[in-house]
Protein backbone atom coordinates (compact mmCIF):
# COMPACT_ATOMS: atom_id res chain seq x y z
CA UNK A 1 0.00 0.00 0.00
CA UNK A 2 1.90 3.75 -0.94
CA UNK A 3 2.16 6.20 1.40
CA UNK A 4 4.07 9.47 1.19
CA UNK A 5 6.91 8.62 3.76
CA UNK A 6 6.86 12.11 5.80
CA UNK A 7 10.47 11.95 7.20
CA UNK A 8 11.79 11.13 3.85
CA UNK A 9 9.68 13.98 2.44
CA UNK A 10 10.80 16.31 5.14
CA UNK A 11 14.24 16.82 3.89
CA UNK A 12 13.72 18.34 0.57
CA UNK A 13 10.56 19.40 1.71
CA UNK A 14 11.46 23.71 2.00
CA UNK A 15 13.68 23.57 -1.09
CA UNK A 16 10.70 21.99 -3.11
CA UNK A 17 8.26 24.49 -1.59
CA UNK A 18 10.72 27.79 -2.24
CA UNK A 19 11.27 26.85 -5.95
CA UNK A 20 7.78 26.18 -6.59
CA UNK A 21 5.88 29.40 -7.81
CA UNK A 22 2.52 27.72 -6.44
CA UNK A 23 3.47 26.93 -3.08
CA UNK A 24 4.27 30.49 -2.86
CA UNK A 25 0.66 31.60 -3.87
CA UNK A 26 -1.00 29.55 -1.59
CA UNK A 27 1.04 31.31 1.23
CA UNK A 28 0.04 34.73 -0.29
CA UNK A 29 -3.66 33.50 -0.68
CA UNK A 30 -3.65 33.20 2.98
CA UNK A 31 -2.02 36.40 3.86
CA UNK A 32 -4.53 38.65 1.51
CA UNK A 33 -7.36 37.14 3.71
CA UNK A 34 -5.69 37.75 7.33
CA UNK A 35 -5.92 41.57 6.39
CA UNK A 36 -9.21 40.83 5.69
CA UNK A 37 -10.53 39.04 8.78
CA UNK A 38 -9.25 41.47 11.71
CA UNK A 39 -8.69 38.46 14.13
CA UNK A 40 -8.87 40.02 17.91
CA UNK A 41 -5.73 41.01 20.01
CA UNK A 42 -3.47 37.65 20.66
CA UNK A 43 -5.29 35.32 18.44
CA UNK A 44 -5.08 31.90 19.15
CA UNK A 45 -4.00 30.24 15.55
CA UNK A 46 -4.15 26.38 15.18
CA UNK A 47 -1.91 25.33 12.17
CA UNK A 48 -3.22 21.53 11.48
CA UNK A 49 -0.41 18.92 9.42
CA UNK A 50 1.84 22.29 9.35
CA UNK A 51 4.69 20.54 7.88
CA UNK A 52 7.59 22.39 8.19
CA UNK A 53 5.97 25.46 9.60
CA UNK A 54 5.97 28.00 6.28
CA UNK A 55 2.22 28.85 6.91
CA UNK A 56 2.94 30.58 10.80
CA UNK A 57 6.23 31.73 9.97
CA UNK A 58 4.42 33.61 7.18
CA UNK A 59 1.40 34.65 9.18
CA UNK A 60 4.34 35.57 12.07
CA UNK A 61 4.82 38.79 10.55
CA UNK A 62 1.33 40.16 10.23
CA UNK A 63 0.13 38.31 13.57
CA UNK A 64 3.27 38.81 15.71
CA UNK A 65 1.29 39.07 18.78
CA UNK A 66 -0.87 35.46 18.18
CA UNK A 67 -0.27 32.11 19.94
CA UNK A 68 0.17 29.69 17.52
CA UNK A 69 0.08 26.05 18.23
CA UNK A 70 1.83 23.97 15.53
CA UNK A 71 -0.04 20.31 15.01
CA UNK A 72 1.70 17.41 13.23
CA UNK A 73 2.35 14.08 13.24
CA UNK A 74 5.79 13.72 11.78
CA UNK A 75 9.20 14.15 14.12
CA UNK A 76 11.13 15.37 10.56
CA UNK A 77 8.83 18.04 9.90
CA UNK A 78 8.48 19.31 13.19
CA UNK A 79 12.12 19.01 13.79
CA UNK A 80 12.62 21.35 10.82
CA UNK A 81 9.64 23.71 11.60
CA UNK A 82 11.51 24.38 15.13
CA UNK A 83 14.79 25.61 13.79
CA UNK A 84 12.70 27.62 11.75
CA UNK A 85 10.84 28.89 14.38
CA UNK A 86 13.69 29.46 16.87
CA UNK A 87 15.75 31.72 14.02
CA UNK A 88 12.99 33.81 14.32
CA UNK A 89 12.14 33.84 17.65
CA UNK A 90 8.70 32.68 17.13
CA UNK A 91 7.34 31.68 20.68
CA UNK A 92 5.28 28.54 19.23
CA UNK A 93 3.32 25.51 20.96
CA UNK A 94 4.89 22.54 18.28
CA UNK A 95 2.47 18.77 19.07
CA UNK A 96 4.00 15.88 17.75
CA UNK A 97 0.84 14.00 16.84
CA UNK A 98 -2.73 13.56 14.82
CA UNK A 99 -5.99 15.88 15.53
CA UNK A 100 -7.36 13.35 18.05
CA UNK A 101 -3.85 13.42 20.70
CA UNK A 102 -4.73 17.54 20.78
CA UNK A 103 -5.58 18.04 24.41
CA UNK A 104 -6.98 21.89 23.80
CA UNK A 105 -10.26 23.29 24.99
CA UNK A 106 -13.30 23.12 22.51
CA UNK A 107 -14.02 26.73 20.92
CA UNK A 108 -10.84 28.34 21.93
CA UNK A 109 -9.08 29.05 18.73
CA UNK A 110 -9.58 32.38 16.49
CA UNK A 111 -8.09 30.67 13.29
CA UNK A 112 -7.67 27.21 12.44
CA UNK A 113 -5.57 26.39 8.97
CA UNK A 114 -4.96 22.97 7.44
CA UNK A 115 -3.07 23.23 3.75
CA UNK A 116 -2.30 19.82 1.87
CA UNK A 117 -3.11 17.63 4.83
CA UNK A 118 -6.56 16.83 5.42
CA UNK A 119 -6.39 14.46 1.95
CA UNK A 120 -3.54 12.35 3.98
CA UNK A 121 -5.91 11.40 6.96
CA UNK A 122 -7.79 8.47 7.15
CA UNK A 123 -11.09 10.40 8.70
CA UNK A 124 -10.92 13.63 6.86
CA UNK A 125 -14.63 14.20 7.56
CA UNK A 126 -14.57 13.39 11.43
CA UNK A 127 -11.82 15.96 10.88
CA UNK A 128 -13.83 18.38 9.81
CA UNK A 129 -16.09 18.08 12.86
CA UNK A 130 -13.40 17.95 15.48
CA UNK A 131 -12.04 21.45 13.99
CA UNK A 132 -15.58 22.46 14.23
CA UNK A 133 -15.66 22.35 17.51
CA UNK A 134 -12.18 23.72 18.13
CA UNK A 135 -12.72 27.00 16.98
CA UNK A 136 -14.71 30.06 18.09
CA UNK A 137 -17.95 30.85 17.09
CA UNK A 138 -16.94 33.58 15.27
CA UNK A 139 -13.59 32.07 14.51
CA UNK A 140 -12.85 30.88 10.85
CA UNK A 141 -11.19 27.95 9.34
CA UNK A 142 -8.70 28.33 6.22
CA UNK A 143 -8.09 25.29 4.19
CA UNK A 144 -6.23 23.54 1.05
CA UNK A 145 -6.77 20.62 0.09
CA UNK A 146 -4.93 18.42 -2.90
CA UNK A 147 -7.97 17.24 -3.94
CA UNK A 148 -7.32 16.09 -8.15
CA UNK A 149 -5.07 13.21 -8.69
CA UNK A 150 -1.47 14.53 -9.10
CA UNK A 151 0.15 14.62 -12.81
CA UNK A 152 3.73 14.48 -11.69
CA UNK A 153 4.58 15.58 -15.26
CA UNK A 154 2.38 18.70 -15.15
CA UNK A 155 4.27 19.71 -12.04
CA UNK A 156 8.05 18.64 -12.73
CA UNK A 157 7.19 21.04 -15.71
CA UNK A 158 5.47 23.36 -13.37
CA UNK A 159 8.61 23.47 -11.86
CA UNK A 160 11.11 23.02 -14.53
CA UNK A 161 10.25 26.09 -15.50
CA UNK A 162 10.86 27.99 -12.58
CA UNK A 163 13.91 27.07 -11.89
CA UNK A 164 14.84 27.42 -15.04
CA UNK A 165 14.10 31.16 -14.35
CA UNK A 166 15.33 30.91 -11.12
CA UNK A 167 19.18 28.80 -11.99
CA UNK A 168 19.58 28.39 -15.79
CA UNK A 169 19.26 24.97 -17.77
CA UNK A 170 22.34 23.76 -15.51
CA UNK A 171 21.21 24.83 -12.11
CA UNK A 172 17.52 23.26 -12.99
CA UNK A 173 19.06 20.05 -14.28
CA UNK A 174 21.36 19.77 -10.64
CA UNK A 175 18.31 20.73 -8.98
CA UNK A 176 16.30 17.99 -10.23
CA UNK A 177 19.02 15.41 -9.65
CA UNK A 178 19.63 16.88 -5.44
CA UNK A 179 16.26 16.93 -4.56
CA UNK A 180 14.79 13.45 -6.33
CA UNK A 181 13.71 11.93 -3.55
CA UNK A 182 11.22 14.76 -2.94
CA UNK A 183 9.90 14.11 -6.42
CA UNK A 184 10.20 10.53 -5.46
CA UNK A 185 7.52 10.81 -2.72
CA UNK A 186 5.73 12.92 -4.88
CA UNK A 187 5.31 9.94 -7.14
CA UNK A 188 4.47 7.77 -4.73
CA UNK A 189 1.49 10.47 -3.51
CA UNK A 190 0.03 9.86 -6.55
CA UNK A 191 0.29 6.07 -6.70
CA UNK A 192 -1.50 6.56 -3.48
CA UNK A 193 -4.22 8.67 -4.46
CA UNK A 194 -4.67 6.09 -7.71
CA UNK A 195 -5.07 3.51 -4.96
CA UNK A 196 -8.10 5.41 -2.74
CA UNK A 197 -5.56 5.81 0.18
CA UNK A 198 -5.90 9.78 -0.06
CA UNK A 199 -9.28 11.74 -0.38
CA UNK A 200 -9.98 12.84 -4.08
CA UNK A 201 -12.62 15.34 -4.36
CA UNK A 202 -14.08 17.50 -6.61
CA UNK A 203 -14.31 21.12 -5.78
CA UNK A 204 -18.04 20.39 -5.37
CA UNK A 205 -17.82 17.22 -3.35
CA UNK A 206 -15.58 19.41 -0.68
CA UNK A 207 -18.07 21.88 -0.79
CA UNK A 208 -20.56 19.03 0.50
CA UNK A 209 -17.64 17.56 2.84
CA UNK A 210 -17.65 20.87 4.53
CA UNK A 211 -21.41 22.00 4.57
CA UNK A 212 -22.62 18.51 6.09
CA UNK A 213 -19.89 18.63 8.58
CA UNK A 214 -21.47 21.71 9.69
CA UNK A 215 -19.49 24.40 8.32
CA UNK A 216 -20.78 27.53 6.55
CA UNK A 217 -18.58 28.03 3.68
CA UNK A 218 -17.52 32.08 3.03
CA UNK A 219 -15.21 32.03 0.13
CA UNK A 220 -14.29 28.63 -1.89
CA UNK A 221 -12.48 28.73 -4.94
CA UNK A 222 -9.39 26.33 -6.56
CA UNK A 223 -5.74 27.26 -6.40
CA UNK A 224 -2.42 25.19 -6.63
CA UNK A 225 -2.64 24.96 -10.79
CA UNK A 226 -6.25 23.65 -10.65
CA UNK A 227 -5.33 20.97 -8.03
CA UNK A 228 -6.34 22.34 -4.68
CA UNK A 229 -9.77 23.50 -3.24
CA UNK A 230 -9.30 26.62 -0.85
CA UNK A 231 -12.13 27.27 1.28
CA UNK A 232 -12.78 29.92 3.86
CA UNK A 233 -15.49 28.81 6.52
CA UNK A 234 -17.28 29.77 9.48
CA UNK A 235 -18.80 27.28 12.08
CA UNK A 236 -22.41 26.51 10.94
C1 LIG B 1 2.11 18.14 2.19
S1 LIG B 1 2.59 18.44 3.85
C2 LIG B 1 1.93 20.07 4.09
C3 LIG B 1 2.68 20.81 5.17
C4 LIG B 1 2.25 22.27 5.36
N1 LIG B 1 0.85 22.38 5.71
C5 LIG B 1 2.55 23.05 4.11
O1 LIG B 1 1.62 23.33 3.34
O2 LIG B 1 3.72 23.34 3.88
C6 LIG B 1 1.44 17.44 4.76
C7 LIG B 1 1.76 17.41 6.25
O3 LIG B 1 0.68 16.77 6.93
C8 LIG B 1 1.22 15.93 7.94
N2 LIG B 1 0.21 14.91 8.23
C9 LIG B 1 -0.30 13.99 7.37
N3 LIG B 1 -1.22 13.23 7.97
C10 LIG B 1 -1.30 13.67 9.25
C11 LIG B 1 -2.08 13.29 10.39
N4 LIG B 1 -2.97 12.29 10.32
N5 LIG B 1 -1.91 13.97 11.53
C12 LIG B 1 -1.02 14.99 11.62
N6 LIG B 1 -0.25 15.40 10.59
C13 LIG B 1 -0.40 14.75 9.41
C14 LIG B 1 2.51 15.39 7.35
O4 LIG B 1 3.40 14.95 8.35
C15 LIG B 1 3.02 16.61 6.60
O5 LIG B 1 3.87 17.38 7.39
Redo the contacts with the bound molecule.
Sequence with gaps: MSEID?ERYAIDYDVM?EANPAYQQNVQHLLDRLDQWQLPASPKVLDI????G??IVAMSEKLSDAQFTH????AA?NAQALNKYTALGIDIDIVQG??ADLDMPNYSQDLIIC???LY??SQPQAVLRRIRRLLKPNGRFFVIDFGREMRVVKWSYHLYVALLQQQGARGAAKWFWRNREVLRQNRIGMRAQQQGNYWLHSPRQFAYALESNGWYIEEITTCYLGDCDLAVCRPF
Design positions: WCGAGTSFLDFNMALVNAAM
